[in-house]
């Protein structure tokens, strides 16, 4: 963002850059910047909330007024990463004995998932597998994880990008059923913490790590600081 | 087990690693706010369903975003950052809502045709967006009048 921000004003555009890392607004030193130490991927702040979100745009526009730069200001209210309120999502109850937990579990919010679709009109799962095809990517992280090669056990696509896939469905269809705009990190935590895909998928990624797998196959397949 | 704040480790991590130098930065003066035509620039990598998403590796291309259009995906797809927060509302990445209701206020004269979004994960140097991409996104900007860009990082 900082880049284009110098590229920009090179082009006779004036910009203002709303900055997630402080340290890299400092270094960079595009001509405006207002850094809002709010959890990384919520650039403007509070989901849901458009007064707080137009306080942001109000203070950011505002630089544009400075007769020279750069600037670099800071958003007076800052949001915590973490310590916020849990997310409440119910899971489904055992369904189909004769599935994986994981499996029967991402069966079942199908028509949670699909409630989300229908309200927001987007969605970002369908990287490696669209969204009929999440109950199999769960299941081939269900193998890995009990052991399989993850070569051999038919995980589609990149994992990186299968992982992607069955996360967004789970924080599609949990935005849908729980009671507000989530909190902070929310349902992430709730992903990997309360559902059976989430602990699978954590599973599949230690299982190989251990295995050697090339680190960025592993990696990315969910938050750095998640083991 | 603490709860894994994986914010702090991000930050952390970015603070190492080098960044472009810009010599001699420009510095333009925009018009009064009340008579600037906004866009967005996001480095979410969003797109629209139907288009080819970014490349998960280095992709210096951007995507070009219809004004009215909010079926996007976020097409970038790193687990280091919150997600859950654009799934309920994407104006917390990409406050096009917000910018009309600035605009029909008369707080900003109007809003671009289009808007646009790059992946914020790029090679150390940004080459490519430097020298190529970025200045033609600027030109599409110029083209449609913009005076003012607001860029909005994930």
């Known amino acids: 963002m900082c880049t284009l921000a110098h590229v920009f004003e090179a082009a006779g555009l004036a910009t203002v850059v709303l900055s997630s890392i402080r340290n890299v607004a400092e270094r960079m030193k595009p001509p405006r910047a207002l850094h809002g130490e709010f959890p990384l991927g919520r650039p403007v702040g509070r989901p849901g909330d458009a007064e707080s979100q137009h306080r942001v745009l109000a203070q950011a526009f505002a630089l544009l007024e400075r007769p020279d730069g750069p600037v670099l200001e800071d958003f007076p209210e800052t949001i915590a990463s973490t310590g916020g309120e849990p997310l409440a999502c119910p899971l489904p109850a055992r369904y189909d004995p004769s599935l994986p937990a994981a499996v029967d579990e991402a069966r079942a919010l199908r028509s949670a998932w699909e409630r989300s679709f229908a309200a927001s009109g987007r969605t970002t799962v369908g990287r490696a597998v669209d969204v009929d095809g999440i109950p199999d990517a769960v299941a081939a992280f269900v193998r890995v994880a009990e052991g399989t090669p993850w070569k ?3 995980v589609p696509g990149i994992p990186m990008l299968a992982a992607h896939d069955v996360r967004s469905y789970y924080q599609e269809l949990a935005v849908e059923v729980a009671d507000g705009p989530p909190g902070p990190w ?12 989430g602990r699978a998928l954590l599973a599949a ?11 960025p196959l592993w990696f990315y397949m969910a938050p750095g600081a998640e083991q | 087990m603490p709860v894994p704040d994986n914010d702090r480790l991000m930050r952390d991590n ?24 906004v866009a967005i620039v996001t480095s979410a990598a969003l797109h629209v369903a ?10 210096p291309k951007f995507t070009v975003l219809d004004d009215g259009e ?7 797809v790193s687990p280091n950052f919150d997600r859950g927060g654009f799934a309920a509302d994407l104006n917390v990445v990409y406050p096009v809502d917000r910018l009309h209701e600035l605009a029909a206020r ?19 140097q940004v080459s490519t967006v430097r020298l190529d991409t970025g200045p033609a996104c600027a030109k599409r900007m110029r083209d449609e009048g913009v005076d003012v860009v607001l860029l909005t990082p994930v």
């Open chain 1, 205 to 215: 990624r230690r299982a190989m790590r251990d295995a050697d797998a090339p680190f």
């Open chain 2, 50 to 59: 139907t288009e080819d998403g970014f490349e998960p590796g280095l992709d």
């Open chain 2, 106 to 124: 008369g707080v900003i004269g109007s809003v671009a045709p289009h808007h646009y979004a790059f992946a914020g994960n790029q090679d150390e």
């Open chain 1, 186 to 197: 929310a349902v992430e935590r709730w992903f990997y913490d309360e559902t059976e895909a």
């Open chain 2, 70 to 76: 909010r079926a996007l995906r976020l097409g970038h």
């Open chain 2, 14 to 37: 970015v603070a190492k690693m080098p960044v472009p130098e810009f010599e001699k930065p420009a510095f333009t003066k925009p018009p009064p706010l009340a008579e600037c035509r």
């Open chain 1, 152 to 154: 051999d056990a038919g």
